[in-house]
């Protein structure tokens, strides 16, 4: 399902690169620690998209909490466009990256999840990122076909919009996201949920 292709690491920073299998489809994915990269990616997706309504897959992690009254700190953060998936480790972050918050702030771009008003709450209280617009894709599904839906997960709306069909391991899901180095099987799961967030999102807001 995936393979590493590149890595680079330096006083506490590391940035790893991966080739995720998914849906027939190949998903870069980078993972890192370090502003620098996460500007870089911004940066190349501000100019590939500019000025055009751009749906983005949106979704956070972070350490499970077993108390239902609070919740851990987002440790990380997941985008993706079409084949393009960025995984932002904030825990661990030099510094908040500028163009990063320029990307998020973007009026052209929709972020889009389950919940994703939820995660986008977390990133500005957490981390002062500000979201400049968002759509609930549960929400909107819910709305396109009344009646067809009480409270769809993102792995029903995956397999019932898109025809993908996700792997949501438990014992993945329930992982301590603050590792400094993610496993494999971490890296395929966030990019994963943000690259459905962003089929789904796109075929209802742009393809209906």
């Not at 067809?148 to 792995?155: A, D, N, Q, T, W």
């Amino acid at each position: 399902m995936y393979s590493s292709y590149g890595s680079s690491s330096s006083s506490g920073t590391t940035t790893l690169k991966y080739r995720i299998k998914f849906g027939g489809r190949t998903i870069e994915t980078t993972v890192t620690n370090k502003a620098a990269i996460a500007n870089e990616w911004a940066t190349e997706m501000l100019s590939k998209y500019a000025g055009k309504d751009t749906v983005v897959g949106l979704d956070n992690e972070w350490r499970p909490n077993f108390s239902p009254y609070r919740s851990n700190k987002t440790a990380t953060l997941q985008l993706c466009i079409d084949d393009r998936c960025l995984i932002v480790q904030l825990f661990y972050l030099d510094e908040i990256p500028q163009t990063l918050k320029t990307f998020l702030a973007n009026p052209n771009f929709i972020f889009v999840g389950v919940e994703v008003a939820e995660d986008i709450l977390k990133l500005k209280n957490e981390y002062r990122l500000v979201c400049n617009r968002s759509a609930d894709i549960r929400d909107v599904a819910k709305s396109t076909w009344p009646g067809r839906y009480s409270r769809p997960g993102l792995k029903d709306l995956a397999k019932d919009i898109c025809g993908l069909y996700m792997p949501k391991p438990k014992h993945v899901c329930m992982s301590n996201w603050e590792a400094r180095v993610l496993s494999e099987s971490q890296v395929e799961y966030a990019c994963i949920d943000a690259y459905a967030s962003y089929k789904i999102g796109h075929k209802l807001l742009m393809e209906m």
